[in-house]
T-cell receptor
Framework: GAVVSQHPSRVICKSGTSVKIECRSL??????MFWYRQFPKKSLMLMAT?????????EQGVEKDKFLINHASLTLSTLTVTSAHPEDSSFYIC???????????FGPGTRLTVT | SQQGEEDPQALSIQEGENATMNCSYK?????LQWYRQNSGRGLVHLIL?????REKHSGRLRVTLDTSKKSSSLLITASRAADTASYFC?????????FGKGNQVVVIP
């Protein structure tokens, strides 16, 4: 299957700083990328959907100014958590979808810890 | 928003036994998918069943879908220790996936 990578896999940052997480589709062009958040022992919660070259569509309750998403190319989307707080600590997972394919290919996730 | 919801249960079974998980959802769907997640890792797509299908097989996996009851089940036959993971169903609609809570399956060697 297609490969999606995320970087970094783990990051620890101090309260008030910003953290950028990258999501790359390695062997296909991702017309749509999705960002999810997952709390321990919980399910994935969709945060936003981004299409290449256009603004991301955020789910209700997700602050777009706090979670900045950029999908500048067909292989890269970034999520920036701005002014991070301890409650932003979570597992962030991206997925990518290309063309007419129904299937979303998931990245390995990024564990964010805000101290 | 759509939400696939599994029955909130953790399964602990012996290797070789079958594991069955259920999922219910609330709205109309295009398809329903099952994913697997090992602890602290990303998701792996297991199988997709379309809204006009009732049953599908893939290796040791068997998925059923009952659209009248808005429910699905995932059966893993002849379980192995390596099947230990969390399993999620997800419904697709409006070009997005809505995930259920997940079932944690532990297969004891």
């Amino acid at each position: 299957g297609a490969v999606v990578s995320q970087h970094p896999s783990r990051v620890i940052c101090k309260s008030g700083t910003s953290v950028k997480i990258e999501c790359r589709s390695l062997d296909f062009q991702a017309t749509t990328m999705f960002w999810y958040r997952q709390f321990p022992k919980k399910s994935l919660m969709l945060m936003a959907t981004s299409n290449e070259g256009s603004k991301a569509t955020y789910e209700q309750g997700v602050e777009k100014d706090k979670f900045l998403i950029n999908h500048a190319s067909l292989t890269l989307s970034t999520l920036t958590v701005t002014s991070a707080h301890p409650e932003d600590s979570s597992f962030y997972i991206c997925s990518a979808k290309g063309g007419r394919s129904y299937e979303q290919y998931f990245g390995p996730g990024t564990r964010l810890t805000v101290t | 928003s759509q939400q696939g919801e599994e029955d909130p249960q953790a399964l602990s079974i012996q290797e070789g036994e079958n594991a069955t998980m259920n999922c219910s959802y609330k709205t109309s769907i295009n398809n329903l998918q099952w994913y697997r997640q090992n602890s602290g890792r990303g998701l792996v797509h297991l199988i997709l069943i379309r809204s006009n299908e009732r049953e599908k097989h893939s290796g040791r996996l068997r998925v059923t879908l009952d659209t009248s009851k808005k429910s699905s089940s995932l059966l893993i036959t002849a379980s192995r220790a390596a099947d230990t993971a969390s399993y999620f169903c997800a419904t697709e609609g409006n070009n997005r996936l809505a995930f259920g809570k997940g079932n944690q399956v532990v297969v004891i060697p």
